[in-house]
């Protein structure tokens, strides 16, 4: 009997069989949605008309006869920073309150092209800056595992609606981590593809050469049925990688690692990190060993400076894609009183419309792209950059895959780390040489942390282009820990209760 | 005392440079495929590329790239084999992301020459003009600014903003610093910008309609004491819109400049304003403060890595130098100097070469060109070529040389054929405008001049041959201006005993 608890391949396979209708699907999201997000927060805007509609639309073709795609009539979350036709797109800030896009990104065609059904869209930190979702306008996403913690973020809210059932499938985007740590910190999977793999025409851009879509599920599978959806050449993002998709769902189903070299980055473990999150970390390596991978210690001695190159790079490019936010063409707009200038309505409106975390980035990359401070600050990050990607390269010589925590620590409480920033930032440690390096990595869960209950994630990393390989690994490692536990994770989280 | 022009000349040397923007004539726009036409209503070619909207990504055009290579060769330029496109931040309300997206320090062209034609004291003397750089961007959008006195963004009531314009593919043209011209700075600075026009419009890369703004040019001049080997400090005079004013513009700064200079006063790094007028420079902004545009290389784009073999293919498509085709003509058709001069001015090379394909003899397409057709277009105050096509002027000319026409008769068919009356053939046709050869019909004339003016007949017989210019008037009035004079004079001299 297929339920919100299914997986989407599960559903994919009852829809086919006429077991249940994708009405009856997605009204059973639409109704816990209704049912627990008052305490998650994990969607801004629930779009219930439209799932509705194309939900019977769906299941009126399925009825017709015609030849669908595998997740037609299967809902998802769509994380607020994607473009959807005529749908709010807020990006988690006031400066784009009620504006409402006239196009399609390409990932929101490629998921109506397939009959995936759009539930709404999810909160998130605003534009995308953040490991925590407190730097939305609109509040917190809470955690499902205990709503007093942190989501993750950016895409906490996409992460938060897989572990409470709201949605089977979401969309995130990951420019320094923001799809692999909320799937670490709730236990579900989020996978960040090879850059340039998915289209990033319509997603708003925070830093242009590190930010990539990717598809998050509870399932390993899922992801890659997701991956296969969103995936592909596109000719309106210069950047995209103009090659076939890689077969990432005969990679997840392949369950074997027999032979395969799996290769533990020294620098990503040990101190800073939290104890049973190395623990469970260990652990599934072992489950690794055992399922017949060979493990091999590798070293990547720049890693300590992807940090800092990170926040001058992603700071540089956020400072000029969000200048466009100026009130002269949509979004927000203040002190427009008939007196004051252009400039001083602009000045207002930014002032206004952008929060804390916006503004420090802004200031950031402002001053590290001026005149005199460019060479030292942006032209030695991106030399940071090269030497990652050589790290990556000599790394990748010794191992088909490379593994690490997805994060140094389990969830951490709302409001812990607001003042901190940089505590906030050494969340993403593990996380953001990937984007630097431009690789594909997936987050899955490997356990709860004994000491606090919560989940821990196990990062993949897989080379350029390459991202099956992580996807084979992931699959058997996902089923050889399941086996271990005698059931998902998932399972063991809380009931939310309706109110 | 102020100084003139002349005496400014001999105290200083003027040091020029020159930056032409040119917009390329591609059917769509540099990054996305919006039309790029010209007079469109204000916002209908916009998309959400060029508008900036939130998500939107840019796409190169491939032809504005071809263009670029093409202005490139035609300058005697290296074309790089990488290189960049990048951001140049900062606000203003016409400019849809507040960067524009532009080239900075890798540009597709460096290091050219233009060789251009000047008059001097010596006659006609050959001056080299070195270009430093050719580079793509794309144009902002227009403001057009309502209310208070002056038209300019400061105080007034609103501001309308026509984001048609945002896009269109620009090519901007910069020389390397221009010394040694001295008092004829001026001519080369209108030389150069002529020749430059010329090759742009023989490659057909633009429209290159400086009153329309699809060409324009920007002033810097900077003057020293002469002889010292210093660079003054420049001035930067913006938009200057027809060849005229660039040479007015010259003029009127070295004016401007050493009559400070003259005074004592320093010379302010500062945009200034051509007064289309007065030929005088009003001041705009200070560039005493350098404005940080935080030039970064676009993400958003990849690298421009055109292939050799293509660029060599661009080359063997060069269309003859604009300079050796008008030296080639004016031999072919045997033209002095001076009638070239007229006929370059009144910018009728082309279409005095298009009737001469046409059949027409070189001395008449000219002197018709020249003569009756610019006559008449200047008392409409249009451009001759908008009055009359190539065709029609060398179809008069054959019926002339062929003795179908007169002259006087050719004057009242272009008349017929401006008035909209039809073709040549047509106005020939329904005016009934034929040379009468027919000998019995001229016979018959003849004899009735004679029978009506009988003392002078005998004059003529009597051997006073001027006296027939009265009778062949008399002929000539009586055919209404239809008969050949030549042959007139011959059959009536005939008549009278003196053939």
């Known amino acids: 009997m297929t339920n919100i608890h299914s997986t989407a391949a599960q559903m994919s396979d009852a829809l086919s069989a006429g077991s249940i209708t994708s009405v009856e699907l997605t009204e059973q999201h639409l109704d816990q949605i209704h049912k627990v997000d008052s305490q998650v927060h994990a969607f801004l805007h629930v779009d219930r008309e439209n799932a509705l509609a194309q939900a019977r639309e769906v299941d009126a073709q399925r009825k017709s006869g015609q030849k669908l795609s595998l997740l037609a009539g299967v809902p998802l979350a769509l994380k607020d920073v994607l473009a959807q036709k005529g749908v709010p797109t807020t990006c988690g800030s006031k400066m784009l309150e009620g504006w409402r896009p006239p196009y399609d990104s390409t990932v929101v065609s490629k998921l109506k092209e397939a009959g995936v059904v759009i539930l709404g869209k999810t909160n998130m930190d605003e534009f995308a800056m953040g490991s925590s979702t407190e730097n939305s306008a609109y509040g917190p996403t809470h955690n499902p595992w205990d709503l007093t913690r942190i989501p993750g973020g950016s895409g906490g809210g996409s992460a938060a609606a897989l572990a409470s059932f709201e949605a089977p499938l979401a969309i995130g985007t990951d420019t320094g981590g923001s799809i692999r740590q909320p799937g670490a910190v709730t236990g579900t999977v989020g996978v960040k593809p090879t850059y340039g793999a998915v289209s990033r025409y319509g997603l708003v851009a925070f830093s242009s050469s590190l930010d990539q879509a990717g598809p998050c599920a509870r399932t390993v599978l899922d992801t890659a049925l997701l991956h296969e959806v969103i995936a592909g050449y596109d000719q309106m993002d210069s950047t995209s990688i103009n090659a076939p998709v890689p077969q990432v769902v005969a990679a997840a189903k392949k369950l074997d690692v027999k032979g395969l070299k799996i290769g533990v980055v020294k620098e990503l473990s040990g101190e800073g990190y939290q104890e049973g999150v190395l623990q469970r970390f260990n652990e599934a390596v072992d489950a690794l060993v055992q399922a017949g991978a060979e493990i091999v210690e590798v070293s990547c001695p720049n890693f300590e400076y992807a940090l800092a190159a990170y926040y001058l790079i992603a700071p540089s490019e956020a400072s000029s894609n969000l200048a466009r936010f100026d009130s002269m063409r949509y979004g927000l707009r203040v002190g427009d009183d008939g007196k004051a200038s252009a400039e001083e309505v602009m000045n207002l409106t930014r002032h206004e419309g952008f929060g804390a975390e916006v503004k420090r980035r802004i200031i950031l990359g402002t001053y590290a792209l001026s005149s005199g401070y460019y060479d030292a600050y942006y032209g030695s990050a991106q030399k940071v950059r090269t030497l990652l990607i050589r790290d990556y390269q000599a790394a990748f010589a010794k191992a088909d895959v490379l593994v690490s925590p997805t994060c140094p620590t389990t969830a951490f409480k709302l409001g812990e780390n607001v003042d901190n920033p940089v505590a906030m930032y050494l969340n993403d440690i593990a996380t953001i040489p990937v984007n630097m390096a431009g690789i594909g990595a997936m987050s899955l869960p490997c356990g709860l942390a004994p000491e606090d209950g919560l989940p821990v994630g196990f990062q993949i990393m897989s080379p350029a282009m390459k991202d099956d390989l992580m996807y084979q690994v992931g699959g058997a490692l996902e089923a050889a820990l399941i086996n271990k536990w005698g059931k998902t994770l998932l399972s063991d989280i809380p009931v939310l209760e309706g109110k | ?499």
């Open chain 2, 1 to 499: 005392m102020t100084l003139t022009y002349d005496q400014a000349v001999i105290k200083y040397e003027p040091t020029l440079g020159l930056e032409v923007h040119v917009e390329l004539n591609t059917k769509s726009k540099m990054f996305c495929g919006c039309a790029t036409e010209f007079g469109a209503e204000p916002n209908t070619q916009t998309c959400p590329i060029c508008l900036g909207l939130p998500g939107a990504l840019p796409v190169v055009n491939g032809r504005a790239i071809e263009s670029t290579i093409l202005i490139g060769l035609a300058l005697n330029c290296q074309i790089a084999p990488f290189s960049r496109f990048a951001r140049k931040n900062y606000f203003y309300p016409d400019m849809p992301k507040n960067f524009q997206t532009s080239q900075y320090d890798e540009p597709i062209c460096v290091n050219g020459y233009l060789d251009v034609e000047i008059d001097t004291d010596e006659g006609k003397m050959p001056f080299r003009v070195e270009i430093e750089r050719v580079h793509m961007e794309e144009d902002t959008g227009k403001s057009l600014h309502v209310g208070g006195e002056t038209g300019r963004i400061h105080g007034a009531d609103y501001s309308l903003l026509d984001y048609n314009r945002a896009g269109i593919p620009l090519v901007e043209i910069v020389t390397k610093i221009i010394p040694g011209a001295k008092k004829y700075a001026p001519q080369v600075a209108r030389a150069y910008v002529t020749e430059l026009r010329d090759i742009l419009r023989s490659l057909g890369v633009s429209d290159v309609k400086m009153e329309q703004g699809s060409m324009r040019c920007d002033v810097n001049l900077s003057l020293a004491i002469a002889g010292s080997g210093a660079l003054g400090t420049r001035s930067e005079t913006k938009n200057v819109n027809s060849l005229r004013s660039v040479e007015r513009a010259v003029i009127g700064e070295i004016i401007r400049q050493s009559n400070r200079l003259e005074t004592g006063e320093r010379i302010i790094q500062e945009t200034r304003h051509f007064l289309e007028e007065s030929g005088l420079t009003r001041p705009g902004r200070s560039k005493e403060q350098a404005e940080d545009y935080r030039y970064f290389p676009e993400p958003d784009l990849v690298p421009v890595v055109p292939d050799a073999a293509w660029i060599e293919t661009l080359r063997g498509q060069l269309p003859e130098r604009p300079s050796a085709r008008r030296k080639r003509l004016q031999t072919e058709w045997s033209v002095p100097d001076k009638e070239m001069d007229s006929l370059l001015n009144a910018e009728l090379l082309d279409v005095v070469e298009e009737t001469i394909a046409l059949g027409a003899e070189p001395a008449r397409a000219r002197s018709w060109w020249l003569g009756e057709v610019s006559r008449l277009a200047n008392e409409r105050e249009v451009a001759p070529t908008s009055l009359i096509t190539a065709a029609s002027i060398a179809e008069v000319i054959v019926l002339i040389e062929s003795g179908e026409l007169t002259d006087k008769l050719a004057r009242q068919v272009i008349e017929g054929v401006i008035a909209g009356e039809g073709s040549a053939k047509e106005v020939i046709e329904k005016r009934g405008l034929k040379v009468i050869s027919d000998d019995g019909a001229l016979t018959k004339a003849i004899e009735s001049a004679i029978a009506a003016s009988p003392d002078t007949a005998e004059r003529v017989r009597s051997g006073n041959i001027p006296a027939a210019g009265a009778l062949i008037g008399a002929v000539m009035k009586s055919t209404g201006g239809q008969a050949d004079a030549a042959k007139v004079r011959e059959l009536l001299l005939k008549h009278l005993g003196q053939g």
